[in-house]
């Protein structure tokens, strides 16, 4: 969900679906001192009863219907999202398990909540090397119908990547990101995009991206993080063969759902049309 906040920041996060209802939504922020601002903002200066401008919640990352055996590994404030995905999972009678890492009981979240659940796995470990040798340990030996969802700091995810790539499972591993994956080397060539709804046809230029060439052309097109994270300038795809390169989701959900990120995806083909 996305969150307005003074000065035209713009901000994304995961809703805590168990705590929520018709009259409140739940979100945990976590103060980042040296990150873009938004978290420093709610933790220093946000005050009750301050109006904010939300977006109606989207989801990128949601467990894939179906009966196989669901793995769900959070590090430290990735459990926000993987918390409502085991609740939601569990409750469906879905076969589960959680495995959280974090530094201390002082900085776990949900603990209470957790306690004495026998598919909750709760793991304390103060440098990531310690976290990565449980981490192996829970990947391997599991069975070849496990879904594997995935949500913590770049080094958790780079490391479940390389573990999938060696036991051959990365089709069933997704991933949410709090950080951009490292850039594509992917060519960027010029090209055309036409805006279905105008008619409109704008010139992408080489190493321009497509939120770039539609802003400068005054295009009304809407976006936040500028980094192929949140999601928030998906669009449909018409015609026109994509490159994806945002880690919202796979290049084969967006192909089978027809859209792109447009802050850092290209296109592969001489001219995209958009449904803008």
Same mark, same amino acid.
């Given at each position: 969900m996305d969150i307005g906040l003074p000065g035209g920041l713009l901000r994304q996060y995961s809703l805590i679906t168990p705590l929520c209802s018709r009259r409140r939504y739940?979100?945990?922020?976590?103060? &980042?001192?040296?990150?873009?601002?938004?978290?420093?903002?709610?933790?220093?200066?946000?005050?009750?009863?301050?109006?904010?401008?939300?977006?109606?919640?989207?989801?990128?990352?949601?467990?894939?219907?179906?009966?196989?055996?669901?793995?769900?590994?959070?590090?430290?404030?990735?459990?926000?999202?993987? !918390?409502?995905?085991?609740?939601? *999972?569990?409750? $469906?009678?879905?076969?589960?398990?959680?495995? !959280?890492? $974090?530094?201390?009981?002082?900085?776990?979240?949900?603990?209470?909540?957790?306690?004495?659940?026998?598919?909750? *796995?709760?793991? !304390?470990?103060?440098?990531? &090397? &310690?976290?990565?040798?449980?981490?192996? *340990?829970?990947?391997?030996?599991?069975?070849?119908? *496990?879904?594997?969802? $995935? $949500?913590?700091?770049?080094?958790?995810l780079d490391h479940l990547e390389q573990l999938g790539e060696d036991l051959n499972v990365m089709p069933r591993i997704h991933l949410e990101r709090f950080q951009a994956a490292p850039a594509s080397a992917a060519s960027n060539n010029a090209f055309e995009v036409t805006l279905a709804r105008s008619g409109t046809q704008v010139r992408v230029a080489s190493g321009q991206t497509i939120l770039d060439a539609l802003r400068d052309a005054g295009a009304d097109v809407m976006y936040s993080c500028e980094q192929g994270l949140c999601g928030a300038c998906e669009v449909r795809v018409l015609e026109g063969c994509p490159d994806h390169r945002d880690t919202v989701c796979s290049a084969e959900e967006h192909d089978r759902r027809g859209t792109m990120i447009i802050c850092c995806s290209s296109s592969q083909s001489a001219r995209l049309v958009l449904d803008i």
């Open positions: 739940v979100i945990a922020v976590k103060r &980042e001192e040296h990150g873009r601002g938004g978290s420093r903002w709610l933790h220093d200066s946000a005050r009750v009863g301050q109006l904010f401008e939300l977006s109606s919640p989207r989801n990128h990352f949601e467990v894939a219907p179906g009966d196989s055996p669901v793995l769900l590994l959070a590090g430290g404030i990735g459990i926000t999202p993987i !918390y409502s995905m085991y609740e939601q *999972t569990r409750a $469906c009678g879905r076969p589960v398990h959680l495995h !959280y890492w $974090c530094r201390s009981q002082k900085h776990g979240l949900f603990l209470e909540a957790l306690a004495d659940r026998g598919d909750v *796995t709760v793991h !304390y470990a103060a440098s990531a &090397e &310690e976290s990565a040798g449980q981490f192996a *340990t829970v990947v391997q030996g599991l069975s070849k119908q *496990t879904e594997i969802y $995935c $949500c913590g700091p770049q080094g958790m």
